[in-house]
């Protein structure tokens, strides 16, 4: 038999259904031969004694470059994806922002340019339809072919929001082509109300942030959608659900039977909303939307992990630096950009607060950062599983490496991070990408541009 390109032998192989241990042989850029004690030539063998090989991560929810509140955010896809990929997530889907009086195809376009060259992990593309005219609905139909199959809309934002009517309309659209429609549900109107309220009262601080966008906003927006998917019978993928009100109503709909689904953050498992309150307007580092809620939520949204009732975890990567963007609303917490870094720390977060902390499994572990996402994204089998044939994105993981999380560690392009003093125990040494190593033990070995854009299929529904 001729060389394979890497061998990885001697690792607990973990997917979402099980673990083994196993040795991976991988040839161009694929998985080619899983086995115990492989004795196959090969161009480099890496062992993963003591240590587990997952798939590589799956973040479907980062914004990289994205212009927002009057700034950037301050990744772009070189930053970006080599802070994922350090974080063991070999695959990103960003979101394309439409702008006013664009079609899809310019807004994708413009994307397509900000990642050339750039990113080192694969990605693919949402397109967050702002401006949805009639023409504009229309040309889903021939993105969902090119391989957008799926598209966000924003209840709330002035700007990017939209209407029931529009809701509706694209819900249709979507179903129709094999599409997914994403949500950004917070009712606008109850928001505006509280914020000019706060406004008038001088409460200006990060915390009114928080107070104005009570669960209660998020559960009344979660819920009108929900019923506008159910009247068309579309399935709904709900981004960065916060909250028990929310999640009170992907509950009910899923147990009647409907395709809703669930992404919940490591932010809304891991801080609260006490962090607004920290000195020095240091709050508006918390400053995002959903915003954090009290500590008590934590346990329900953890709860919905293990119950299967929230299907992923994304990290909503909006990272703005607090010196030069986040201090622009200094004056007035609603000129903060809204948003938070979070692409690198997601495995290693998610695996010591939830498997180590026993609210989860290592199989339900894969499942929310890699497996469910791909499946629901249309990536599923080349990407989120570890299987013959399958994407070598290949991440070899320490259980038992301990890390202080500071900025320092980092390698995202933003000048705070929201878990700094945060202790994880497990945590990702080795990336492997379409079977070339991207980092390795704090070295970054891949290249600009290697990551490719990964046209994607119709969503499976879970
Ligand atoms: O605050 C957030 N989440 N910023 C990013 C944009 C969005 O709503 O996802
Ligand atoms: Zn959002
Ligand atoms: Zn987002």
């Known amino acids: 038999m001729s060389e394979v390109d890497l061998l990885i032998t001697g690792g607990m192989i973990v997917t979402a259904c099980d673990s083994?241990?196993?040795?991976?042989?991988?040839?161009?850029?694929?998985?080619?031969?899983?086995?115990?004690h492989l004795n196959l030539p090969a161009k480099k063998t890496m062992?993963?004694?003591?240590?587990y090989v997952l798939p590589g991560g799956v973040d479907v929810h980062t914004h990289l470059e994205m212009p927002f509140g009057g700034t950037v955010s301050s990744d772009d896809f070189a930053s970006g994806t080599i802070a994922a990929a350090f974080g063991g997530t070999t695959t990103i889907v960003d979101f394309a922002i439409q702008g006013k009086g664009q079609t899809l195809a310019e807004a994708a376009d413009i994307w397509h340019r900000k990642a050339e060259g750039k990113a080192v992990i694969d990605y693919g593309l949402h397109l967050a339809v702002t401006d949805a005219t009639e023409d504009v609905l229309t040309e889903m139909a021939?993105?969902?072919?090119?391989?957008?199959?799926?598209?966000?809309?924003?209840?709330?934002?002035?700007?990017l929001r939209v209407n029931d009517d529009v809701f509706l309309k694209a819900l249709l659209q979507a179903k129709d082509h094999g599409g997914l429609i994403s949500v950004h549900a917070e009712n606008y109107y109850i928001i505006d109300y509280l914020v000019?309220?706060?406004?008038?009262?001088?409460?200006?601080?990060?915390?009114?942030?928080?107070?104005?966008?009570?669960p209660l906003a998020e559960g009344?927006?979660?819920g009108r959608a929900i019923k506008l998917a159910k009247l068309v019978e579309a399935p709904l993928y709900i981004v960065h659900l916060s909250c028990q009100e929310a999640l009170d109503e992907v509950i009910r709909a899923r147990e009647a039977g409907f395709p809703i689904m669930a992404e919940t953050c490591p932010q809304y498992l891991l801080l609260s909303e006490d962090n607004y309150n920290e000195p020095d307007f240091q709050g508006a580092k918390y400053v995002m939307s959903p915003p954090l809620r009290p500590k008590e939520n934590q346990a329900v949204l953890w709860n919905g992990l293990a119950q299967g009732e929230i299907l992923t975890v994304a990290t909503d990567h909006c990272p703005f630096n607090f010196v030069g963007q986040k201090d622009m609303g200094r004056d007035f917490f609603g000129r903060i950009p809204n948003g938070a870094p979070g692409i690198e720390m997601r495995l290693a977060l998610l695996y010591s607060f939830g498997v180590g902390q026993g609210r989860m499994s290592l199989q339900q572990f894969v499942a929310t950062t890699s497996t469910n996402p791909a499946k629901i994204f249309g990536l599923y089998p080349e990407k989120g599983t570890i299987a013959v044939g399958s994407d070598a994105d290949v991440v070899i993981f320490d259980p038992n490496l301990e890390r202080n999380i500071n900025k320092g560690i980092l390698h995202e392009n933003v000048d705070y991070t929201p878990y700094e003093g945060f202790l994880v125990k497990g945590f990702p040494?080795?990336?492997?990408?379409?079977g070339k190593i991207i980092t390795d033990h704090g070295q970054f070995l891949g290249q600009l541009g290697n990551g490719s854009f990964v046209k994607r299929k119709s969503p499976m529904l879970l």
Do not use: C, W
């Open 20 to 36: 083994y241990p196993g040795d991976l042989a991988i040839k161009d850029g694929k998985i080619m031969m899983i086995g115990q």
């Open 196 to 214: 000019k309220e706060f406004l008038a009262e001088g409460k200006n601080e990060p915390k009114y942030h928080a107070l104005s966008r009570p």
């Open 429 to 434: 040494v080795t990336t492997v990408a379409k």
């Open 142 to 159: 021939s993105m969902i072919a090119q391989g957008y199959t799926s598209y966000k809309l924003f209840m709330t934002y002035d700007g």
């Open 220 to 222: 009344e927006a979660t």
């Open 47 to 51: 062992s993963a004694d003591g240590k």
